[in-house]
């Protein structure tokens, strides 16, 4: 059984940073590339960062490239979201998932195995 499970996550001031950590079991993370999505109230779910199975190819979502950096640790099976110069609208439920190439990288077609979430707030 695959299991995703994110943290760290919490509240934050403008300008502040948190590193997001997406920890999975039943599944080897080098053998896939990954996701992460955030969720707003009364909002879709959104792409954020998209990780390739090699590691070396990233992609972001505009609002936040230069902001955001993912990256694995495949010893600890372990997909990160750093998250620096945070800003009022980042504030969401963000999520991680393993891209299973059924659709683009942006949308959450293309994804399994969901975490449950976790919820960043950041203040103005």
């Known amino acids: 059984q695959v299991q995703l499970v994110e943290s760290g996550g919490g509240l934050v001031q403008a300008g502040g940073s948190l590193r997001l950590s997406c920890a999975a079991s039943?599944?080897?993370?080098?053998?896939?590339?990954q996701g992460w999505f955030r969720q707003a109230p009364g909002k879709e779910r959104e792409f954020v960062a998209f990780l390739s199975r090699s590691g070396d190819w990233t992609y972001y979502a505009d609002s936040v490239k230069g902001r955001f950096t993912i990256s694995r640790d495949n010893a600890k099976n372990t997909v990160y979201l750093q998250m620096n110069s945070l800003k009022p609208e980042d504030t969401a439920v963000y999520y991680c998932a393993v891209y299973i190439n059924l659709s683009t990288i942006l949308s959450t077609e293309g994804y399994r195995y969901w975490g449950q979430g976790t919820q960043v707030t950041v203040s103005s």
């Open positions: 039943g599944r080897t993370f080098s053998n896939d590339a």
